[in-house]
């Protein structure tokens, strides 16, 4: 089992739609949970971080934890074709500084 | 305030060459993290220093090492390169442990 789970996608949506990018961990101590963007050739992007169960909201974009399931999401409201990105959940284990990387979801986000 | 940054950006080497890549993190962060980035395994931790101690490394040959100096700012260093090391080398620095982490640019190596 991958420590950080994601479905690689491409999740297609049209513009306005909800987009909801899902990701489970393996590790229950882990505290910290964050999703970043990265576009073609660029780097990771911080988008949110989470470190409660529950949901917190940042304009268009809410994250998700429920610890319990050990699962993180992020919910993009309103999609807009400039949010067509690789996102990539990250979580921090306990006790280490290191982030640990799902392999991405490829969103597409069509007019 | 300005944000991290790589040099160089772009790297081009052969097999059995040494490469030493920079990072230069956000003012006042003091704490450096490397992480690799290939097509086939995704962003993979290297290691990551805190007021010039390693505080933890990744799962990665001894080829690869890294240092960082009193201004916070690091290097990782990988001696005799293999095709493998072709990858995007990217350096995130946080203000201290357990805070969040932003990335740099990277410096893409390609070893022919």
């Known amino acids: 089992q991958k420590e950080v789970e994601q479905n690689s996608g491409p999740l297609s949506v049209p513009e306005g739609a909800i987009a909801s990018l899902n990701c489970t961990y393996s590790?229950?101590?882990?505290?910290?949970f964050f999703w970043y963007r990265q576009y073609s050739g660029k780097s990771p992007e911080l988008i949110m971080f989470?470190?409660?169960?529950g949901d917190k909201e940042d304009g268009r974009f809410t994250a998700q934890l429920n610890k319990a399931s050990q699962y993180v999401s992020l919910l993009i409201r309103d999609s807009q074709p400039s949010d067509s990105a690789t996102y990539l959940c990250a979580v921090k284990p306990p006790n280490t500084d290191k982030l640990i990387f799902g392999t991405g979801t490829r969103l597409q986000v069509f007019p | 305030k300005a944000g991290v940054t790589q040099t160089p950006r772009y790297l081009i080497k052969t097999r059995g060459q040494q490469v030493t890549l920079s990072c230069s993190p956000i003012s006042g962060h003091r704490s450096v993290s490397w992480y690799q980035q290939t097509p086939g395994q995704g962003l993979q931790f290297l290691f990551e220093?805190?007021?010039?101690?390693?505080?933890n490394k990744g799962n990665f040959p001894g080829r690869f090492s890294g240092r960082q100096f009193s201004n916070s700012r690091s290097e990782m260093n990988v001696s005799t390169l293999e095709l493998g090391d072709s990858a995007l080398y990217l350096c995130?620095?946080?203000?201290?442990?357990?805070?969040?982490?932003?990335f740099g640019p990277g410096t893409r190596l390609l070893v022919l």
């Open positions: 220093y805190f007021s010039e101690t390693q505080r």
């Open positions: 989470i470190y409660s169960n």
């Open positions: 995130a620095s946080s203000p201290g442990w357990q805070e969040t982490q932003y």
């Open positions: 590790d229950r101590g882990s505290q910290s």
